[in-house]
């Protein structure tokens, strides 16, 4: 990482957000021969990236996603190689099993997009739930099942492309948040930093859940909310299963026999941007009212300001280096306890760490990933609902593209920002 007291004055690109998205972009972007710096206002990876479940998956995406993902589990298949680093990649397979026979009509609906891809995701019985997860007492409705993902350490992925990127060439500023996107005559002159300027006439804006704030100071209403989701990961145990399972607790093995375990219904803490953008949420609240515990907390008064003020907003960016919530320490237990149910085989081992991360949440769960008209040079890529860890790679490939050639290789015509305002129905297509 570099030195902050002696920044770059000028680049070819500035990303903002060292995360997945940001971090991959600056690594495809190193491809293309392009001076690049990030600049990450905590740590990399110290938000979303690395606090997430790990799971890489095809199935259940929005039909708009699943071309990228195909294209996505390509690249992880060849990551490890490729950047010389240990990423915990394991093609296990991904299985959703059924709660509700609503949810397996559902499944049983996206099936069709998946065959039309030409994906190997199936609607399994009992037995095949069984012979996955060994001893498990899930599967009574079934599942789904694709065997051909995978999972990946979060902890580990977005790290190794930081460092592939920086031999490459790529600067990564720690502890540099960007205050503010600059602008001369509609198009990108560079960033404000809070160790001073650095003149770039692109700028990637990856900063995951502040990414509403950033564009409300350049006049871009970027509807999001913040979901808090809890994780916890058990003392290592025997081999139970290589696959990512979603039934009432969400579970993955790790190399080390540790389990993380989550809940799949999250805390929505209440947050000034649920006030500005709530009318947005109805649509998808509506959809998975059961999946939201509504919160109180007092980050709502302490990052209430930034949306109308950029001093204000500078202030959060550094008090709130690393977004890092209390996790819902209740909800885990009762996680563990439905961990044990479905697979007894976990027996006594207890919770070894638990965490949380506020996940950046869109009306209809789908990403941001587009070059703007005004301001011209300025890349969105931001909003991933939940899913992003598995799309990094892709996102990243896709947004150099964009900058180096102007056009990306897959149709990203469903992410652009202007379906927020253009009366587009946004909870339309949505899977999971
Ligand atoms: C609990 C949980 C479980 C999840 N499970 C999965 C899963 O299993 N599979 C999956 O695919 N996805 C999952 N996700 C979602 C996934 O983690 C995210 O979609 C993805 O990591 C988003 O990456 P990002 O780079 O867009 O944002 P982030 O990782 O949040 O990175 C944004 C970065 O920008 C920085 N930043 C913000 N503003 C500024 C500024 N002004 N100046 C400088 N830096 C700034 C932040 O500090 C942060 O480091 C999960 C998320 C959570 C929280």
Redesign the pocket.
């Known amino acids: 990482m570099s030195d902050t007291r002696s920044i770059p004055k000028e680049a070819d690109v500035v990303v903002?957000?060292?995360?997945?998205?940001?971090t991959a972009t600056a690594y495809y972007l190193t491809h293309r021969n392009m001076n690049v710096v990030v600049?990450?206002?905590?740590r990399i990876?110290?938000?979303?990236?690395s606090?997430?479940?790990?799971?890489?998956r095809q199935q259940g995406r929005d039909p708009a996603e699943i071309p990228l993902m195909m294209e996505a589990n390509g690249i992880w298949r060849g990551l490890e190689r490729e950047l010389n680093a240990d990423l915990e990649w394991t093609v296990g397979g991904n299985m959703v099993v059924f709660r509700t026979g609503e949810e397996r009509a559902m499944f049983e609906r996206w099936m069709e997009h998946a065959k039309g891809a030409g994906l190997d995701s199936r609607i399994i019985d009992r037995s095949e739930v069984e012979r996955i997860v060994p001893g498990t007492t899930l599967g009574e409705l079934g599942a789904i099942y694709t065997a051909s993902d995978g999972h990946a350490e979060p902890a580990k992925a977005t790290p190794a492309l930081a460092r592939a990127a920086e031999g490459r060439g790529a600067t990564f500023l720690e502890n540099c948040?960007?205050f503010r996107v600059l602008t001369e005559g509609g198009h990108v002159s560079g960033v404000m930093t809070e160790h001073g300027e650095i003149r770039a006439p692109v700028v990637v804006l990856?900063?995951?859940?502040?990414s509403s704030k950033?564009l409300s100071h350049l006049g871009l209403k970027f509807p999001q909310v913040w979901i808090k989701?809890s994780?916890g990961r058990t003392e290592p145990v025997a081999p139970i299963s290589e696959s990512a399972v979603w039934g009432g607790v969400a579970f993955r093995q790790r190399q080390d026999g540790s389990i993380n375990f989550?809940v799949r219904s999250s805390d929505a803490d209440l947050m000034m941007q649920t006030v500005l953008h709530g009318r947005h949420f109805f649509g998808v609240g509506k959809q998975h009212m059961r999946d939201f515990r509504i919160r109180f907390r007092r980050i709502l008064f302490d990052t209430a300001m930034g949306h109308f003020s950029e001093r204000a907003l500078a202030r959060e960016?550094t008090r709130y280096r690393?977004l890092d919530p209390e996790p819902n320490h209740a909800v885990l237990a009762a996680a563990l306890t439905d961990l044990k149910r479905a697979i007894p085989a976990v027996g006594e081992a207890a919770t070894a760490k638990s965490w949380a991360?506020y996940?950046d949440m869109t009306p209809d769960l789908l990403p941001v990933i587009e070059a703007q008209e005004n301001p011209r040079g300025l890349i969105l890529a931001?909003g991933?609902s939940?899913?992003?860890?598995?799309?990094g790679p892709i996102v990243g490939k896709l947004v150099a593209q964009i900058i180096a050639v102007g056009q990306p290789s897959l149709d990203l015509s469903a992410f652009r920002f202007s379906r927020f305002h253009d009366g587009t129905d946004l909870t339309a297509g949505t899977a999971v």
Do not use: D, P
């Not at 990876?45 to 990236?49: H, I, K, L, R, V």
């Open positions: 903002i957000g060292a995360g997945i998205h940001g600049c990450e206002k905590g990876a110290g938000e979303q990236s606090r997430n479940w790990g799971f890489v948040a960007v990856a900063t995951g859940a502040w950033m989701g994780v989550a960016l690393t991360g996940i931001t991933f939940g899913h992003g860890f598995g799309m």
